[in-house]
């Protein structure tokens, strides 16, 4: 059972350059998530997923898009990184009862040049 | 729209001291989570705390809840040098959508 996971663990764009990031769970949750984290600041969400084929927007989306084509991937994508978009990216699922826990993966490294 | 205000943002503690974490939040929320992150890594699930009044304990650390106040706190007890860590709470708004704290950074001093 390895939880979440993310790849790649470290990636160095060009600004304008695109690219993908992956988020797969073996726990069979309904939600995911997408934030990230920049230094001093605690995680802003993304975008999110509450199932299959369905993606919404958190708190900071512009530049990104996201797609959940199976339940268990939700894909980050960066279509024309930006300087700005240098961060450190985490990925989180958790169940659509109970507690709603997220569960979180080890984080993707972006820097934008 | 919800807002998450942590305090303090860095706290330097002698081993054996006792301390509290604020965390203060802006709209009404029933769910409230302390996670813990070290330095280059993930973040760690510390406390849920579901409801007025929850108050959970794990060794050292206790976390509380009072949604009328919409207030939570994080005391340390007895602080080691092993809690060295950030602490972020956070605390979910509409549907599913979790807000942060900026975080306590925590050091903690032989």
């Known amino acids: 059972n390895a939880g979440v996971t993310q790849t790649p663990k470290f990636r160095v764009l060009k600004t304008g350059q695109s690219m993908t990031l992956l988020c797969a769970q073996d726990m069979n949750h309904e939600y995911m998530y997408w934030y990230r984290q920049d230094p001093g600041m605690g995680l802003r969400l993304i975008h999110y997923s509450v199932g299959e084929g369905t993606t919404a927007k958190g708190e900071v989306p512009d530049g990104y898009n996201v797609s959940r084509l199976k339940k268990q991937n939700f894909l980050l994508g960066l279509e024309s990184a930006a300087p700005s978009q240098t961060s450190v990216y985490f990925c989180?699922?958790?169940?659509?009862?109970?507690?709603?826990?997220?569960?979180f993966g080890p984080g993707t490294r972006l820097t934008v040049t | 729209e919800l807002k998450v205000e942590q305090n303090p943002l860095f706290l330097s503690m002698q081993e054996g001291k006792n301390y509290t974490i604020y965390c203060n939040y802006s709209?009404?929320?029933?769910?409230l989570y302390w996670y813990r992150q070290d330095p280059g890594k993930s973040l760690e699930s510390l406390f849920v705390l579901l409801s007025n009044g929850a108050v959970k304990q794990e060794g050292r650390l206790m976390a509380s809840l009072d949604t009328k106040a919409r207030l939570s706190t994080l005391h340390i007890t007895a602080a080691v040098h092993d809690l060295s860590a950030t602490y972020f709470c956070?605390?979910?708004?509409?549907?599913?959508?979790?807000?942060f704290g900026a975080g306590t950074r925590l050091t903690v001093k032989p």
């Open positions: 989180a699922s958790s169940t659509r009862t109970g507690s709603y826990e997220q569960y």
């Open positions: 956070a605390v979910v708004g509409g549907f599913n959508d979790m807000r």
């Open positions: 709209t009404t929320s029933d769910r």
